[in-house]
């Protein structure tokens, strides 16, 4: 196998005296798909946004294969093969669908018109081919998403980290979401990394899943493995009984 | 130079200064709870003095008695202001809101150089050229009567605000704008008043800085920019920071004047301004921005 | 709504033709007045362009857009003044020193992070410094003025900007539609597209690998750019300087009045706006000659504005296009 493709080796993150984030360590593989999961102010969202470069980690490294991202600045980031889209989409409301993919693609495209070329595929894959000339403003949740998507998606990323991407979704919708998401792994290698509530897509989509609670990395494994785990069970089940 | 000097400019600087916090709490106000920046800001300020102005020539009324006329014109043309006219371009970006403001800051003075004339104008009062003697200090009369005035009104102000049910409404608006919302307080007419309030203080700090300066139609935006360097110094949306930047600003421009150019005075406020933006833009007294 | 990526449709390009073509062929049979006004016209036309593309792109608000224009006036002039050199060439110098303010005040703004209202202060802050500044400077004429040599009036001599008003008028007129020309170029690019996302959204613009302070500065460049050369127009045209006019706030604030009332962000709202509120304001002034109302024009300026931000707040160009089917939406042919 190799050098994994990402490596999270001991990331700790507080804010001011919280510790959000305790020594957390995992490894994504090429052309995986691992699950980021654990009850709400596990660190999920703390520990994404360290890799994608909005904070700064107190301690520990991320590595994309040799190059080290800590310290690099969202765009650096972005350049340096990882997208990311936002969990409350943010799409550029004044430009057309489109528009906002060539946005995407210009960071991989030498000129306009090259990205324009470069968008027509990826517009398709997430079925947006249709309303390309809307405007933003005027998509539903759901494409909306699918835009937030599509637009990582036109800088030609390696690393893939989605932050809640099923969140307000009907399950139909996000039956459908999984698909492409399997068939873009499956097609083009794209590795994945998400955040999510949703266990239907969770555990559809990941080959493999990391589990946080507190802040700590408490289990890691295949889905089924996971499932089992009863530090898992305990955490989930512990939660509602904690009053 | 003698220390006696240096002073009396101090006491003077002081003096014109607390007048200055007087007009800067009235933007301040305005910014801490509406979070709009009132550009017309001295444009209102030279209405009050127009309007001080006019009683002292038709009738003879001392500035500072012209004080409540002023005040409760400005409210309300303020209020009127907030809640006709303001309040409709809430929801759009800053620069709109500026832009609104500039545009009626620019009405005003075009307005009173439509009625005024283009020349200065001046209240001169029996003890314009009075002084005070303090041993070697020598203080003008109309610095100590605008100064006192000025506390007095800052302090009527700050008990309002401190004591009254509606000052505490307001301060709860500044404070927590969806909490006033769901705690039933009328938002809409809480702005207009305060709106009115901060313009009430510019009508009260106009009738006092007339005493002190001459009118004219063109005087405005150079007081706009003062207060703005004074509640960005003290820090927008803090009363007593405007009274202390106001007070601070004072006294240093009266201290440069002397030392350097005294048309300087003003670029060194502008350089302690930018200074300030660029170090600590909540300046000395205000909330931290996010 | 913004017009930047709309296409022009086909009765949109006749109408800019045929304007355009009046304008050039316009001084065969307007007199000398009217050709002073749509001098005029096209300055507040080109330096609202250039304003227009601080906020409009960049997303920041200037109220001291005097500042890159006076300093621009300020070289040229000092150097043709004083070292006898012709505005041809002092225009890069005029470039340079509004782009290295403009880069200052762009640089300090951005590292500091200030944005907002609080970046409008920042302007107006240096401008007003820097007013102050040059009216205790000598060797700029100080409060006194700056004065060129009287010209000669007749003949065109475009190394040294001395001529009649004629060449100045062809010269504005080409700065302000070739300035046209240059932002919708821009606009059609790379620069374009990343400028929209970021205004729109400056995190999402991050996220997708854009370097938003890179491109923040460029648009500030640029704009301070444009701005200068309008600058060394101004210094050439009327032949004095003087810091309380060119510097200050009532210029800075009467910069933003063409594009507001055109359209901020759009492409053509500046010019639009200049020959609505220049014309109208001149107009009306000479219709209440009489009655002698000093201030009568700014009075207007400021209802317009007034009413503009209250009504239509995304400028008369947009309604414009809208109901006179200038523009189309990208796609509508398929």
């Not at chain 1, 700790?12 to 691992?34: D, P, Y």
């Not at chain 2, 109309?142 to 008990?159: E, K, N």
């Not at chain 2, 003062?226 to 009363?239: E, N, P, Q, R």
Request: hydrophobic share 55%; net charge neutral; proline share 3%.
């Amino acid at each position: 196998m190799g050098q994994p493709l990402l490596t999270v080796d001991g990331i700790s993150k507080s804010f001011r005296g919280l510790r959000a984030v305790a020594n957390v360590s995992f490894e994504v593989e090429e052309g995986a798909i691992v699950g980021l999961i654990g009850p709400n102010g596990a660190g999920k969202t703390t520990c994404f946004n360290v890799i994608a470069g909005v904070y700064r980690p107190d301690s520990g490294r991320i590595r994309l294969r040799d190059a080290t991202l800590n310290g690099l600045r969202p765009d650096q980031i972005c350049r340096a093969g990882l997208a990311r889209t936002f969990q409350l989409v943010k799409p550029f409301k004044d430009l057309t669908v489109e528009e906002n993919v060539v946005v995407g693609a210009l960071c991989a495209s030498g000129s306009v018109s090259e990205a324009r070329a470069a968008t027509g595929d990826i517009l398709a894959r997430l079925g947006l081919k249709a309303k390309r000339f809307q405007r933003a403003s005027e998509l539903t949740l759901p494409d909306r998403k699918r835009l937030e998507v599509a637009r990582a998606l036109a800088t030609r990323p390696t690393l893939l980290l989605l932050d809640e991407v099923m969140a307000g979704l009907r399950p139909t919708e996000t039956d459908e979401m999984v698909a492409t998401f399997k068939a873009l792994n499956r097609d083009t290698g794209l590795t994945i990394l998400l955040i999510e509530h949703v266990m239907r897509a969770v555990m559809a989509l990941s080959q493999h899943i990391v589990v946080l609670h507190h802040g700590e990395k408490i289990s890691e494994g295949t889905p089924e493995h996971v499932v089992r785990d009863q530090a898992v069970l305990d955490c989930y089940l512990g939660e509602e009984v904690e009053v | 130079m003698p220390l006696d000097t240096y002073i009396n400019v101090l006491i003077n600087g002081v003096l014109t200064g607390l007048v200055y916090g007087l007009s800067a709490l009235g933007l301040s106000v305005i910014f801490g709870v509406i979070r709009i920046v009132n550009f017309a800001h001295g444009e209102m300020m030279v209405i009050g003095m127009f309007l001080a102005l006019v009683l002292f020539r038709w009738f003879g009324f001392d500035p500072l008695l012209s004080i409540p006329v002023a005040a409760v014109v400005l409210f309300g043309v303020g209020y009127a202001l907030q809640a006709v006219v303001i309040a409709r371009v809430a929801h759009l970006a800053d620069h709109m809101q500026f832009l609104l403001l500039a545009a009626i800051a620019i009405i005003i003075v075009s307005a009173c150089l439509m009625i005024f004339g283009p020349d200065a104008q001046s209240a001169q009062t029996d003890y314009s050229l009075d002084t005070f003697a303090i041993g070697d200090i020598i203080i003008d009369k109309v610095r100590v009567y605008a100064g006192i005035a000025a506390l007095a009104v800052t302090g009527a102000l700050l008990m309002f605000f401190r004591y009254t049910a509606t000052g505490k409404a307001i301060r709860a608006c500044a404070d927590n704008y969806l909490g006033a919302l769901v705690v039933g307080l009328n938002v809409g007419r809480l702005y207009a008043l305060t709106f009115g309030i901060g313009a009430a203080c510019l009508g009260a700090a106009g009738c006092i800085i007339l005493l002190l300066v001459d009118v004219h139609p063109y005087l405005a935006p150079s007081y706009t920019l003062l207060a703005f360097v004074i509640v960005i110094v003290g820090g927008m949306g803090s009363l007593a920071g405007a009274l202390l930047g106001g007070v601070l600003i004072g006294a240093s421009e009266a201290l440069a004047g002397v030392l350097l150019d005294p048309s300087l005075k003003t670029a060194f406020s502008f350089a302690l301004l930018i200074v300030v933006l660029l170090v600590r833009p909540q300046g000395l007294l205000g909330k931290a921005l996010q | 709504m913004s017009g930047l990526f709309a296409g022009v449709s086909t009765r949109g390009r006749v109408l800019f033709a045929a304007f355009l073509a009046f304008l050039i062929v316009a001084p065969l049979f307007l007199n000398d007045y009217w050709l002073a006004i749509i001098i005029i016209v096209c300055y507040l036309g080109y330096t609202g362009q250039s304003w227009n593309l601080m906020l409009g792109f960049a997303g920041l608000l200037s109220i001291g857009h005097a500042l890159f224009i006076g300093v621009g006036a300020y070289t040229g002039a000092a150097l043709f003044v004083h070292f006898g050199v012709p505005p041809a060439l002092g225009i890069f110098a005029a470039i340079l020193v509004a782009v290295v303010a403009g880069s200052i005040i762009g640089a300090l703004g951005f590292r500091f992070e200030i944005r907002g209202v609080y970046f409008a202060l920042l302007t107006i802050a240096f401008a007003e410094f820097v007013r102050i500044m040059v009216d205790h400077s000598r060797w700029l004429g100080g409060t006194a003025g700056l004065f060129l040599p009287v010209q000669n009036r007749e003949g065109i001599d475009l190394l040294n900007l001395r001529g009649s008003p004629l060449m100045f008028y062809y010269i504005i007129l080409f700065l302000n539609f070739g300035a046209l020309a240059l932002c919708r170029w821009l606009l059609a690019g790379r620069l374009g597209y990343y400028w929209q996302a970021i205004r729109d959204d400056h995190d999402a613009a991050q996220a997708l690998g854009i370097n938003v302070f890179r491109y923040k500065m460029i648009a500030v460049m640029i704009s301070s750019a444009m701005a200068g050369v309008a600058g060394v127009f101004y210094a050439f045209y009327y032949n004095n300087l003087f810091p309380e006019q060119i510097f200050s706030v009532e210029q800075s604030v009467q910069v933003t009045f063409a594009p507001i009332v055109g359209g901020v962000g759009t492409l053509f709202g500046p010019i639009l706006g200049a020959f609505i509120l220049m014309p109208l304001g001149r107009v009306l002034s000479t219709l209440t000659e009489h009655w002698n109302l000093p201030g009568i024009q700014l009075l207007f300026w400021g209802i317009c504005v007034a009413g503009i931000v209250l009504f239509r707040p995304a400028g008369i160009w947009p309604w414009m296009a809208r109901t006179l089917r200038l523009t189309v939406r990208p796609g509508k042919d398929e």
